[in-house]
């Protein structure tokens, strides 16, 4: 290792780049590291991950962003959750919604109690009970005091964004703070003959940069944790078996949607991402049983508006990196691996590797057991990610031939253990520090037709009629509070509407 400071090169742009390079540059200080990045600007990235999860507020958070300016700035609007249509039989539709859903009672999930009223003859799904599904659902949005209420607080948001501006936004942050950008292509990577570890990259002519920490995020090309250490790669396929993507941008409708919408087509899903200027599409689809052209006329033939631009295909293969990091060079984004983008998890993958990274930053020669506990903390957090997506394909009940070969293939024994607890007694465990909580998983089996044998003996506790009065209580509440709210796209324009 050299001399302080300890130097950490970027390889590659983009959000995954960028933002290494923002929360790098801001947690870390800077007369003990320096950061400098590669990108050039002859090489384009994927760039279509366009919606989030909440925890994306935390990287604001951390960055010192005021939200409002960061929405400008990438035209972006907000997101509440996620419309999923047709992925239990053709005619189905529910939200996995952020946030809540019901309030507990005592220590008995509220779910228990709408399993209850079920066989009392309470008719209400459960998404009547959550507050975020009922405000995406109206097309209404508020933040902060205007949308609180005391029983149910106010929405959760994530946010849709533009990936490009995006990048761009977290660049000037870290240009400002000191973060080096070099342009760039890299011909190939140095090694040390004794460690293994990349010592250098070479750039056209002939321009060598060394590190000590080297961060791969190059995309699919992985070009150091493949392409220079040959780490392997473990193919989920045979559970994610969608293997190309379509996307295209359009015109938008007037009124913008504050969620994401996942339509199931006969042999994969199409996404539609609001923004301010207009409207990202993409269709996820596996080649094998479908063709390209049909493919992207069944995207073309789905639009909200006029195309903005061609399909642009975009080929894949689910799975992951055997390891994360190896040796001296930490891969994240697309380098790392690729999950479909059906629960909007990429970006935050992203951000969690980030603070998985600042947590086991060396300190002088890189230790093995900090790489080792790195790697299974990751390799955790992917496996249950992909848990969650494979869910969705497993709970189907379609009838084409694709979607049928899904719902009976084997799934991963920490997926099975968990549906056969919630079958059996509608009980949902969350183990470790997984991302997905007991309210998204409850969502998505509800909403594609899984139904428990039963439900907590303490749901049996209050009588029929305070049952009722519970359930009651609870849905006024959600509608009153989001008929109380603005339109989506109002409070947009009267807090973060791009001029």
């Known amino acids: 290792m050299s001399a302080l400071p300890n130097r950490i090169l970027i390889v590659g742009g983009g959000t995954a780049g960028w933002m290494a390079a923002a929360l790098l540059s801001k947690l870390l200080p800077q007369a003990r590291h320096a950061i400098s990045l590669i990108e050039s600007d002859e090489i384009g990235t994927v760039g279509v991950g366009e919606a989030t999860i ?33 992925w239990g039989d053709a005619d189905s539709r529910y939200i996995h919604a952020f946030g809540n859903t019901g309030r507990p009672i005592g220590q008995t999930p509220f779910h228990h109690f709408w399993l209850r009223g079920l066989k009392l003859g309470e008719r209400a799904p459960l998404d009547a009970y959550c507050l975020n ?14 949308a609180q209420s005391r029983m149910l607080g106010g929405p959760v948001h994530a946010f849709h964004f533009d990936a490009g501006l995006y990048a761009a936004f977290l660049r000037q942050y870290a240009e400002a703070r000191g973060v080096t950008r070099i342009e760039g292509k890299i011909r190939h990577a140095g090694r040390d003959a004794e460690t293994g570890d990349v010592t250098h990259v070479m750039l056209d002519g002939e321009r060598a ?60 899903w199409q996404w539609r991402i609001p923004l301010q200027h207009r409207v990202g599409n993409g269709h996820v689809y596996c080649s094998d049983a479908i063709d390209d052209s049909v493919a992207a006329d069944t995207l073309l033939a789905n639009l909200d508006g006029k ?83 494979i869910l969705h394909y497993a709970a189907n009940t379609r009838t084409e031939p694709f979607w049928r070969r899904c719902a009976a293939m084997p799934i991963p024994d920490t997926l099975t253990e968990k549906l056969d607890l919630f079958r059996a007694s509608g009980r949902i465990i969350r183990i470790g520090d997984e ?10 089996m509800i909403g594609q037709g899984m139904m428990p044998a039963g439900y907590h003996p303490l749901a049996d506790a209050p009588s029929d009629a305070e049952m009722r009065e519970f359930l009651s209580v609870i849905r006024q509440a959600v509608d009153k509070q989001a008929a109380a709210l603005p339109s989506h796209r109002s409070w947009l324009q009267r807090h973060c509407w791009a001029a």
């Not at 958070?61 to 907000?78: H, K, N, P, Q, S």
């Open 54 to 86: 909440p925890q994306l507020q935390l990287v604001n958070a951390v960055l010192g962003v005021d939200e409002d300016a960061f929405m400008r700035a990438t035209l972006a609007t907000y997101k509440l959750g996620i419309e999923f249509v047709g």
């Open 133 to 146: 599904a009922a405000v995406a659902r109206a097309g209404r949005f508020a933040r902060g005091a205007e």
């Open 209 to 268: 940069y060394g590190a000590d920490l080297f961060i791969d995020c190059s995309g699919f090309r992985a070009l150091l944790i493949e392409g220079a250490l040959g780490t392997g790669f473990e193919s989920w396929t045979h559970w994610l078996p969608c293997d190309r993507a379509l996307a295209v941008q359009c015109e938008g409708p007037a009124e913008i949607a504050p969620y994401t919408m996942s339509t199931a087509r006969a042999a994969g």
């Open 307 to 389: 195309p903005l631009t061609d399909p642009r295909p975009i080929r894949f293969t689910t799975g992951r990196r055997k390891q994360f990091w190896n040796r001296n060079v930490v891969a994240l984004g697309l380098a790392a691996g690729f999950l479909e983008p059906l629960e909007s998890t990429s970006i935050h993958l992203v951000q969690s590797a980030i603070e998985r990274i600042v947590t086991f930053l060396p300190n002088g020669p890189i230790r093995a057991a900090d790489v080792a506990a790195y790697n299974a903390q990751t390799v955790f957090e992917w496996e249950r990610v992909r848990d969650f997506i």
């Open 435 to 444: 991302l997905f909580s007991e309210p998204g998983w409850l969502q998505v």
